[in-house]
């Protein structure tokens, strides 16, 4: 069983960027990992993915602004945020599915980042 520690959250301006930091219990090698996030009022929503048999895939809403990537070694996935937006502010999660039909899902407890001025 996977844990995982989402780190890197906090309160930036309009414009700015943050890196958030996902570190797993165990080896992610056989996991495609994600990025999801969850504003008030409106339902949790992917935001990256990665996978090593299908590469990236973003939302619309962050292609261009946001890159994921992980380390194997490091049993760590990132997503760094670049210009980033007010709505952008939502509780962001880490996901992680096993490589299988029917695969497990795991998920951290949530980063909050906030853009405001």
């Known amino acids: 069983q996977v844990q995982l520690v989402e780190s890197g959250g906090g309160l930036v301006q309009p414009g700015g960027s943050l890196t958030l930091s996902c570190a797993a219990s165990?080896?992610?090698?056989?996991?495609?990992m994600g990025w999801y996030r969850q504003a008030p009022g409106k339902q949790r929503e992917l935001v990256a993915v990665?996978?090593?048999?299908?590469?990236?895939l973003y939302a619309d809403s962050v292609k261009g602004r946001f890159t994921i990537s992980r380390d194997n070694a490091k049993n760590t996935v990132y997503l760094q945020m670049n210009s980033l937006k007010p709505e952008d502010t939502a509780l962001f999660y880490c996901?992680?599915?096993?490589?299988?039909?029917?695969?497990?899902?795991?998920w951290g407890q949530g980063t909050q980042v906030t853009v405001s001025s």
């Open positions: 165990g080896s992610i090698f056989d996991y495609a």
């Open positions: 990665i996978t090593s048999r299908l590469g990236t």
């Open positions: 996901n992680a599915r096993f490589q299988r039909p029917g695969g497990s899902r795991y």
